[in-house]
Nanobody, 126 residues
Framework: DVQLQASGGGLVQAGGSLRLSCAAS????????IGWFRQAPGKEREGVSC????????YYADSVKGRFTISSDNAKNTVYLQMNSLKPEDTAVYYC???????????????????WGKGTLVTVSS
């Protein structure tokens, strides 16, 4: 019943911007977190950012801090990832996921995600 779908990927030039969307539904957590992850070719999956449903607090990996912004639209049940100043090393398949936020956002992002959606490909050219 849980559905998570990432969209908005594409091909952009270095220094450009892209906005990803994650449409989420069907989960029943009292307090939950939605996170963004990415996996580049030949590399391990890494956590990018996470947002809490209870107070809107956010967490960012050091590699994207200051360039990416996570936000939510409760009316649309959608979480966004605004990506600015994109670099070639940002090239990856981006995924969104949901889990409990009761233990904090850092734990949720790296250990607590329970449901995963299909990814969207982001390619950044030089």
């Amino acid at each position: 019943d849980v559905q998570l779908q990432a969209s908005g990927g594409g091909l952009v030039q270095a220094g450009g911007s892209l906005r990803l969307s994650c449409a989420a539904s069907g989960f029943t957590y009292d307090d939950y977190a939605i996170g963004w992850f990415r996996q580049a070719p030949g590399k391990e999956r890494e956590g990018v950012s996470c947002i809490s449903s209870s107070d809107g607090s956010t967490y960012y990996a050091d590699s994207v801090k200051g360039r990416f912004t996570i936000s939510s639209d409760n009316a649309k049940n959608t979480v966004y990832l605004q990506m600015n100043s994109l670099k070639p090393e940002d090239t990856a398949v981006y995924y969104c996921a949901v889990g409990s936020s009761s233990a904090g956002l850092y734990w949720a992002l790296y250990y607590g995600m329970d449901y995963w959606g299909k990814g969207t490909l982001v390619t950044v050219s030089s």
